[in-house]
């Protein structure tokens, strides 16, 4: 069974960082593909930051350089630091796993990150 669990969500002040973890048990890394997403209330979900084989990144326009994606395929586990936060950062992130050939597709649960003004 395929498992994604988030942690490290929480209140931060704007100005400040998190760092959020995602441990995938089940499945190995490998060369496949992970990425952060965020949903806001009402909206749909939205493309955070995504990394690739060979540790390509990807970043949605709003990181503007504040965010970094990492993997660490010997601990399974994906990390997404965050700074400089705003108060639009504030959602429900979620990690997600999907194999390199779209045949496999996994989500987290999802982390509450607030961020107060």
């Known amino acids: 069974q395929v498992r994604l669990v988030e942690s490290g969500g929480g209140l931060v002040q704007a100005g400040g960082s998190l760092r959020l973890s995602c441990e995938v048990s089940g499945i190995g890394l490998g060369f496949n593909v992970m990425a952060w997403y965020r949903q806001h209330p009402g909206k749909e979900r939205e493309l955070v930051a995504g990394i690739f084989p060979g540790r390509v990144t990807k970043y949605g326009e709003f990181v ?14 994906v990390y997404l630091e965050m700074n400089s936060m705003k108060p639009e950062d504030t959602a429900v992130y979620y990690c997600n796993f999907r194999s390199i050939d779209n045949s496999e597709d996994y989500w987290g649960q999802g982390t509450q990150v607030t961020v107060s003004s």
Do not use: K, Q
Not at 64 to 70: C, D, L, P, Q, V
């Open 64 to 77: 503007e350089g504040r965010f970094t994606i990492s993997r660490d395929n010997a601990v399974n586990t």
